[in-house]
């Protein structure tokens, strides 16, 4: 018996250390990168390599773990960095943001700015606005990333990071289950870690440089190992949440925002329930760290902003500020109320549709699931089944019953109802992706104290196959678009290769000018104006289509469907004549 415990002790410390360590890896690497940029430095090739070597350093010195355990993890870690950074390599950034000023910030970094002490990137005059976003909007996942592709040397290798932070939340929730819920069986709580970790929001977005999926992965691996250190006694899930404060502020102003609040108050929930000793100290400490990552981590733009323009959060406020979000605003959901907006996208399946005011609630369409699978969908950003999940999980929620332990459980979720209305834009999935652990609570609750009738049983798995379904359709439509983007870019690469002399476009499609630098593709920038055609993908391509033979060897697949096809449209800037 005492083999077994030891073994089952082992495998539970060998899955905590796996999670930890990738997790420690871009956040150490992104601690390195402040202090370089501190002391005059810029992102070299020698940051992240050094960052992995401290951190499996620390992670090895843990006495706790017995050391066949600790270099097994290593390996196990090692492997999953060398494989996801081959496949991310491979995939291509297919979203508009991440090709556009995430890709080019990435870019700057790499080829030697530094925001501290230089506040101006070195763009062309021809591309202006995207200055404004590169230097003045937080950039913490830019520069972690810009260590991976310093050391790398491609520009696609830097989203290997997002697959890190999603892996380590699976296991961080499966350890979870493990100690809250010892009884349940293996492979539901596997199931179960599965569809908590893959939000439909982070499927859509973890293979691009957009940034909001951090929202969700880093909230709950952040809470998570708040559980473990007070109520367990870990006391290194407190080293990693303190970097996460160190970095969180760097991401975006509404995602620190969002995880500070939640964050702060489950840590005050959990730290009078545990009766921690230190509290104070503990609290002071905390309270330090996110000032030093504002004030270091986040100099430039929340303080540089603040003295250049009156607002830390500039663009978005301030002298000078940008509205993004009027143009975003789907016809559905226009003139309504934060509270309105909220609900409706809650209930509506996934729709980008700006000419229709048409919304669907039940059932499910072929529009439906092209949406779905969007980086940035409008509304609907849960998934098709989302709202039918909502609804059995109440259902599962009053028939658990046990009202006096219910009000734990219902104060969490009228906190939840309440975020979508407290910052603008509740609408929008991506900008409230926490949400997405609604029917989560219920489901929780249920797990514990219910489930003890056939019904419930069979309810809560409908649950979770809903949601099963939901992520099934964005991880296979993530699959045939990455797919399919791949082998258009090549495509287009490939003709503009066998042209004759310099590529002349105009784009703001920084991924897609880094892949023409790579392969040594002369290329000139030239306005708009004077591009007459535009290329149609999610960070478009101005350019003269006649310049190049893009009619014969199509690859195979883009001739498969129509939709898959090369799509051309006139630029309707252009100024030039019609030959």
């Known amino acids: 018996m005492k083999f077994f415990h030891c073994f089952s ?3 539970t410390a060998s899955m905590e250390s796996f999670a930890r360590l990738l997790i420690a890896i871009p956040l150490v690497s992104y601690v390195l990168a402040v202090l370089s940029l501190w002391v005059g430095l810029q992102i070299n090739s020698f940051i992240f390599p050094i960052a992995v070597c401290i951190s499996v350093l620390w992670e090895c010195s843990d006495r706790r773990i017995r050391g066949c355990v600790r270099w097994t993890t290593t390996v196990a870690v090692l492997v999953v960095l060398s494989v996801t ?3 991310s390599a491979c995939i291509y950034d297919r979203s508009f943001d991440g090709q556009w000023y995430h890709a080019c910030t990435i870019r700057e970094l790499v080829n030697g700015w530094n925001p501290i002490y230089s506040f101006a990137c070195s763009l062309t005059p021809i591309d202006g606005y995207t200055v404004l976003w590169v230097e003045h909007y937080p950039r913490g996942i830019e520069t972690i990333a810009a260590t991976i592709v310093s050391c790398m040397g491609n520009l696609d290798a830097g989203k290997a990071l997002n697959l890190w932070f999603v892996f380590s939340s699976i296991v961080y929730i499966y350890l ?6 010892p009884t349940m069986n293996k492979y539901l709580r596997i199931w179960i870690a599965l569809v908590v970790a893959l939000n439909p929001v982070v499927i859509n977005q973890m293979c691009t440089y957009y940034i909001d999926w951090t929202l969700y992965t880093l909230l709950v691996i952040f809470l998570i190992n708040m559980y473990l250190f007070f109520v367990k006694g870990i006391q290194r899930t407190l080293h990693i949440d303190l970097l996460l404060l160190f970095f969180i502020p760097a ?3 509404n995602i620190f925002f969002w995880v500070v609040l939640w964050g702060g108050i489950c840590f005050f929930a959990l730290l009078r329930k545990s009766r921690y000793k230190h509290s104070f100290r503990l609290t002071a400490v905390c309270a330090v760290v996110v000032l030093l990552g504002i004030g270091v981590g986040a100099y430039n733009p929340y303080l540089t902003n603040w003295k250049e323009h009156g607002s830390p959060v500039y663009p978005l406020s301030g002298n000078g500020k940008v509205d993004i979000m009027d143009c975003q605003v789907l016809p559905a959901i226009r003139g309504k109320s934060n509270a309105e907006a909220a609900l409706i ?6 729709s980008d549709d700006m000419l229709s005011e048409d919304i669907h609630v039940f059932g499910i369409s072929k529009i439906d699931i092209l949406s779905s ?3 940035d969908v409008r509304i609907g950003g849960f998934g098709i089944f989302f709202f039918e999940a909502i609804l059995l999980s109440i259902v599962l929620f009053v028939c658990t019953g046990h009202i006096r332990r219910m009000r734990w459980y219902l104060s969490v979720l009228v906190g939840l109802l309440v975020s979508l209305v407290i910052l603008p834009s509740g609408w929008w999935a991506r900008y409230v992706a926490f949400f ?9 609750y249920a797990e514990r104290f219910g489930l003890k009738t056939r019904f419930s049983r069979g309810l809560h798995i409908l649950i979770l196959s809903l949601l099963s ?5 964005c991880l296979s439509g993530l699959a045939v678009k990455n797919i399919v983007y791949k082998e258009t870019i090549d495509y287009v690469l490939e003709k503009m290769e066998s042209s004759p002399g310099e590529a002349k476009l105009y784009t703001r499609n920084y991924s897609f000018l880094d892949k023409l630098e790579r392969r040594s593709i002369p290329y000139k920038l030239f306005p708009d104006t004077e591009m007459k055609d535009k290329l149609d993908i999610p960070c478009p391509i101005y350019m003269n289509r006649t310049d190049f033979d893009f009619e014969t060897d199509q690859p195979w697949i883009l001739s498969l469907r129509p939709s898959f096809q090369l799509k051309w449209s006139d630029n309707n800037r252009y100024e030039g004549q019609d030959e």
Do not use: E, H, R
């Open 9 to 11: 002790t082992d495998k």
């Open 85 to 87: 950074l081959g496949l």
């Open 176 to 181: 979870f289950l493990c100690y809250c819920l």
């Open 251 to 253: 991401i975006k102003f």
């Open 345 to 350: 996208s809650v209930a509506s399946n996934p």
């Open 373 to 375: 699978v969007a980086s």
């Open 436 to 444: 997405y652990l609604f029917p989560f609570v219920m489901l929780f």
């Open 469 to 473: 379904a939901d992520i099934f359709i």
